[in-house]
């Protein structure tokens, strides 16, 4: 049987009755109250995941300095290995997606998640401990990739069943705000990597960072991985996941289902693409940018990336209940719009000798903020554009994909493109192009969904 309706918060309400619709017809049964621990297991493993990420790509010149650039290599070569490195790990997502959002669709969230976390957490630690070029060669550089590629498959799984996690624990008219947590969590992994980098770059000084110290940030995603282990442990099923489990054969989709689904993963990654640029363009690749393009030193180009994550954390939960207010897509719009328009005076700013260090922070704060009115209803807006039956799948593809393609690729599209211009003002151009076509997605409404 097809429905063709609008999901839940899609058309620029607040969403409520439609929640209680969807779970309506779902066999009526109402979702227990959510836990603390359900929320903390949902998020954690978000957390742990863009901490890591946001570690690598902040400490990207030293990655390239210790693996990627061979006696006689340049710099700015080194830099474009690391981030073809780090877009490969990106480009495994959509294949993670789909190996644990199948699993996750069909055994359930719980199980799936734990494998996921515990794959992440190991291959992170690990990076830790890797020898370098100096080491072992050209065998160390390929050591750190699969390494890479593991956490890629990993986090591929992680977004979807997170979010599908969160949000089918969460009350009526309540799942922009528990979506919008998994954002948060990604804030706070961002927003953890920046300030241990940081912490290290400035406790240690430059050559001790680059010597050893940039150990240390990988080695600690050990202790975090623990935690989410022990929360995911304890943590029961999504009621809604058990009552689909209940109706499968009544909600089996027929052939024709899957045109519909490929049809809402491509609309959902129009919608996110913008979030997924401007995120990495102002959150991750920000301190390499400063470092190779404005020649900034390692620890003030750390530091500046602070304020960017804070305005993006503190913007995150406010645009999640405002989403449940007004809708989805209202909300994301006017953060696509806002970055379309701003991003290219943003960089000239940076850019300017006479901008003060006050007002540079000042904007890179705002500018992590335009990216949370993105991020905030993001997680349920994918949520609502698919139901139980495949939602980790198709949430996870969606975002996934996005990332791999806008997030993944920014460090090595952005580092390439200056290098061989000059023109400085690429990112900016970068995160407003993709911001454009973004807004002209949240624009369309999805008047098709599986059921």
């Known amino acids: 049987m097809k429905l063709i309706f609008e999901p839940p918060g899609d058309s620029g309400d607040h969403g ?3 929640d209680r619709d969807e779970r309506g ?25 863009w901490y890591e990420f946001g570690v690598y790509g902040y400490l990207a010149t030293v990655l390239a300095e210790r693996f990627f650039t061979p006696a006689g290599g340049t710099a700015a070569e080194g830099l474009v290995r690391t981030y073809a490195s780090f877009a490969l790990a990106f480009f495994f997502r959509p294949l993670g997606a789909a190996l644990f959002g199948r699993l996750g ?26 020898p370098t070029y100096a080491t072992a060669g050209a065998l160390a550089p390929w050591l ?24 089918e624990f969460a009350p009526p008219g309540r799942r922009g705000l528990y979506g919008a947590w998994q954002s948060f969590t990604v804030a706070l992994g961002l927003l953890g990597g920046a300030g241990v980098a940081a912490a290290t770059a400035t406790v240690l000084g430059e050559d001790q960072l680059v010597g050893w110290g940039w150990r240390l940030p990988f080695l600690l995603a050990l202790p975090l991985g623990l935690v989410a ?24 989709a027929g052939p024709s289902g899957a045109g519909v689904v490929a049809s809402a993963v491509l609309l959902g990654i129009g919608r996110v693409m913008g979030w997924s640029a401007a995120g990495y363009t102002f959150l991750v690749v920000l301190p390499s940018y400063l470092q190779a393009s404005l020649h900034t030193g390692v620890r003030e180009a750390l530091l500046a990336t602070v304020p960017a994550n804070v305005g993006f954390a503190a913007a995150i939960l406010p645009a ?17 719009v806002l970055v379309a328009g701003l991003a290219v005076p943003l960089f000239n700013l940076l850019q300017s000798n006479g901008t003060s260090a006050v007002t540079r922070g000042v904007a890179t704060c705002a500018a ?9 209803p993001g997680p349920a807006l994918l949520a609502e554009m698919f139901p139980a039956r495949v939602r980790w799948t198709g949430l996870g593809l969606a975002y996934s994909l996005s990332n791999a393609v806008f997030s993944g690729s920014a460090g090595l599209i952005i580092t390439e493109a200056v290098r061989r211009t000059g023109n400085v003002d690429v990112p900016a151009y970068y995160a407003a192009a993709a911001c454009a076509v973004s807004a002209l997605a949240l624009m369309k409404r999805q008047t098709r969904k599986v059921s």
């Open 16 to 18: 409520e009755r439609r």
């Open 25 to 49: 017809s779902h066999g009526g049964t109402a979702a227990r109250p959510p836990t603390v621990r359900a929320v903390a297991a949902g998020s954690v493993g978000n957390l742990v995941e």
């Open 105 to 130: 669709d069909r055994i359930g969230r719980r199980p799936v998640l734990i494998a996921v976390i515990a794959l992440m957490a190991a291959a992170t630690t690990l990076i830790g401990v890797l």
């Open 144 to 167: 750190l990739t699969f390494l890479r590629v593991l956490q890629g498959l990993s986090a591929g799984g992680e977004f979807g069943g997170a979010v599908a996690l969160m949000t």
């Open 229 to 252: 282990l022990w929360l995911r442990v304890g943590l029961e099923e999504t009621p809604e996941f058990r009552e689909r489990d209940r109706e499968r054969e009544r909600t089996a």
């Open 320 to 336: 999640g209940l405002l989403s449940d207010r007004f809708g989805r897509r209202p909300v994301m719009l006017t953060g696509a």
């Open 368 to 376: 992590g903020a335009l990216v949370g009115l993105m991020a905030g």
